[in-house]
């Protein structure tokens, strides 16, 4: 059974920096993203690594401050947020595919077959 868990939410004050992983069990990914979702707001696109092509996609909104990774030998990905924002807060969700992705579908929600469960992320003074 595939499981994605994300940990490493919580909160932090503005222009602060958290470090969010994902522990992926069951089976391994090429290609895993991250998105978020506030309170009354659809769920967008924040960050992918698109392992397979070896490239990463990142939205605009979080481009400078945020940074993917993985961990291949833990089969882990992570996402390093600074210089966090108001607009920051919400539950970050990742995900991840087991097919190969062009890159303009790696924001889209219906590429992710696999999800996480969330964790939440309050960007509070």
């Known amino acids: 059974q595939v499981q994605l868990v994300e940990s490493g939410g919580g909160l932090v004050q503005p222009g602060g920096s958290l470090r969010l992983a994902c522990i992926a069990s069951?089976?391994?990914?090429?290609?895993y993203a991250w998105f978020r979702q506030a309170p009354g707001k659809e769920r967008e696109f924040v960050a992918a690594d698109n392992g397979s092509r070896r490239r990463t996609s990142y939205a605009d909104s979080v481009k400078g401050r945020f940074t993917i990774s993985r961990d291949n030998s833990k089969n882990t990905m992570f996402l390093q947020m600074n210089a966090l924002n108001f607009e920051d807060s919400a539950t970050y969700y990742c995900?991840?595919?087991?097919?190969?992705?062009?890159?303009?579908?790696?924001?889209?929600?219906?590429?992710?077959?696999?999800w996480g469960q969330g964790t939440q992320v309050t960007v509070s003074s």
């Open positions: 995900a991840a595919t087991r097919g190969n992705p062009i890159l303009s579908s790696l924001g889209s929600i219906e590429t992710y077959e696999y």
């Open positions: 069951g089976r391994t990914f090429s290609n």
